[in-house]
């Protein structure tokens, strides 16, 4: 069973930063990417961004790119989305997930067309909101 937990929200001005973080627990058999996501009031749960674990290979949503970085500490479990230069719009409660991994001769991969959709993922956190206002 994977859990993950997320950390790091919070308020800030136009123009901050924030880093969150999801620590996973489990096995990391058992997943092949963390992903991050965010609702907003009234809005759809949308991607954020994505690590791919065993290609390291990684995801951005057009509405972050250049702002937000997300990078993985393999020894911690832990995956971070570092954000800076946040915007008013980046307001939402924010959400890391994983896909579930069967375990085979096969190497799972995140793959770009998927990464983003809300079904490719099988364990999600609690979230953590993060408020950007002046």
């Known amino acids: 069973q994977v859990q993950l937990v997320e950390s790091g929200g919070g308020s800030v001005q136009p123009g901050g930063s924030l880093r969150l973080s999801c620590v996973v627990s489990?096995?990391?058999?058992?997943?092949?990417?963390i992903g991050w996501f965010r609702q907003a009031p009234g809005k759809e749960r949308e991607g954020v961004s994505c690590?791919?674990?065993?290609?390291?290979?990684?995801y951005y949503a057009d509405s972050v790119k250049g702002r937000f970085t997300i990078s993985r500490d393999h020894v911690k479990n832990t995956v971070y989305l570092q954000m800076t230069d946040l915007k008013p719009e980046d307001t939402a409660l924010y959400y890391c997930?994983?896909?579930?991994?069967?375990?085979?001769?096969?190497?799972?991969?995140?793959?770009?067309?998927?990464?983003?959709?809300?079904?490719?993922?099988?364990?999600w956190g609690q979230g953590t909101q993060v408020t950007v206002s002046s």
């Open positions: 489990g096995s990391t058999l058992d997943y092949f990417a």
């Open positions: 690590y791919s674990i065993n290609d390291d290979k990684v």
């Open positions: 997930a994983a896909p579930f991994s069967p375990r085979g001769p096969v190497t799972q991969v995140m793959y770009p067309h998927m990464w983003a959709t809300l079904t490719t993922y099988d364990y």
